[in-house]
């Protein structure tokens, strides 16, 4: 008997990738091993393993990559004030490349000749998955099922029911879900009418702001070279931190997106997000630069943070181009170090004051009061020749420009 060709698939327990593993023995005659790779999030990694073997898989794996996720991904995002489209945190395109990293190492030590994973053909994790793989494994054959089954989400849960498959929805409320600690995305259902305003039923980790407590809460987030590492004066790992941070900003009602997002596949999409720590964080980290980078580095950084956060949402984070990006960010971080004061009241996050060692922020110049030494008389100089080229410019083009319409150039003709 013929030895079967063995594929990974990158397993969450979810409805998709719970199909799959039927789907793939089926379709493609394969040998299914799982990859359940727990970036945070995942709540019972045991019983995710032992489903997937009951399933049909011949081998069930797990991982746990909690720390590198923070450390190798969300600490270059944070640093990078990576925010797509002024909006999304990109917490499951983060994970996304390291997902498809283990995919691979695995596939490779299993003697695998394919991967999978249960990205749909009208989502950007088919193509981190795919870019990533080729990337990273070109030996290796990609195969996305929900891209090529062609059933709606409704056929995929009749799918799972008649085929005896364990799924965590139901018709009723058939929202898929992501998380890991740097966010929580909800999509499908009624979420896909951007008309309806989002049910309470799709948040576990934020209180509604109308029903946050009425008083305020403070956090002093520590940071140095532009890494949180932190609370109230107390150091603790990057996850420990985020997971703590998550419950503080979350039971004052921040963290809620609802974004109408540009995909990669050229269509918008109506994306919800949970994301506490990542908008306190991100808006801390913003502060904290203000005071510790000059006007020059905080102007082009904010190009690098869009391109950064294009990268990473299309799929590009093992790119030479991210590497060169991450270079520049590093050498931009050698001073953003200090204590970030943040007020946290009913949905909102305000910044309540910042210090650092290496603040450019001068009280002795900014003060109106005494001890001001700053030279105002300094001023006049100064405003003269920077307005001068503008001077220049009026009164040769712009102020003469009425006379050059009445009176055009006329040129004489060659004889």
Same mark, same amino acid.
């Given at each position: ?16 990738? =719970? ?25 019972? %990694? ?11 898989? /011949? ?10 996720? /923070? ?12 925010? *797509? ?85 139901? /018709? ?45 809460? *403070? ?59 990542? %908008?306190? /964080? ?26 950064? =956060? ?25 001073? %953003?170090?200090?204590?970030?004061? %943040? ?73």
């Amino acid at each position: 008997m013929a030895k079967k060709n063995k594929v990974v698939l990158a397993y969450s327990g979810g409805v998709d990738t =719970s199909v799959a593993i039927k789907w793939l023995a089926e379709k493609y005659d394969m040998d299914v091993i799982t990859l359940c790779v727990n970036v945070g999030g995942v709540r019972d %990694v045991e019983g995710i393993v032992k489903k997937a073997v009951k399933i049909g898989a /011949i081998k069930s794996l797990a991982v746990d990559a909690r720390e590198a996720f /923070i450390n190798d991904y969300v600490f270059k995002a944070i640093k990078a004030d990576a925010l *797509y489209e002024g909006q999304y945190p990109l917490a499951t395109a983060l994970a996304r490349p390291l997902m498809a990293k283990l995919l691979v190492d695995i596939a490779h030590r299993e003697g695998a000749t394919a991967v999978a994973h249960g990205s749909t053909g009208k989502g950007n994790d088919q193509v981190r998955f795919d870019v990533s793989v080729m990337a990273l494994g070109p030996d290796l054959k990609i195969i996305a099922p929900a891209r090529e089954w062609g059933m709606t989400r409704d056929e995929t849960i009749k799918y799972a029911n008649r085929h005896n498959i364990p799924i965590p929805v139901n /018709i009723r409320k058939p929202y898929s879900i992501d998380e890991n600690p740097w966010g929580r995305s909800i999509e499908c259902g009624v979420l896909e009418d951007p008309w309806t305003e989002p049910p309470e039923d799709i948040y576990e980790w934020t209180k509604s702001p109308d029903k946050a407590p009425d008083k305020p809460e *403070y956090v002093d987030i520590d940071f140095e070279q532009g890494i949180p590492v932190g609370l109230n004066g107390k150091r603790m790992s990057g996850l420990q931190l985020i997971e703590k941070l998550n419950v503080m900003a979350g039971r004052n009602g921040i963290g809620r997106i609802d974004h109408i997002e540009s995909r990669l596949v050229g269509i918008k999409s109506r994306e919800n997000y949970e994301a506490p720590a990542a %908008v306190v /964080i991100l808006k801390a980290h913003l502060g904290l630069e203000a005071m510790t980078l000059s006007r020059h580095q905080l102007r082009f950084k904010e190009r690098v943070a869009q391109e950064y =956060s294009d990268i990473i949402y299309n799929g590009l984070w093992f790119s030479l181009h991210r590497q060169d990006l991450d270079t520049y960010i590093d050498s931009s971080q050698r001073y %953003v170090t200090g204590v970030v004061r %943040v007020k946290m009241h009913k949905g909102n996050c305000t910044l309540a004051g910042r210090k650092s060692p290496y603040s450019l922020y001068n009280i002795k110049l900014a003060t109106y009061d005494t001890g001001d030494l700053f030279d105002q008389s300094d001023s006049a100089s100064f405003i003269r020749l920077w307005g001068l080229p503008l001077k220049i410019q009026a009164q040769a083009q712009i102020m003469g420009t009425p006379d050059v319409e009445k009176k055009p150039i006329r040129r004489k003709k060659k004889k």
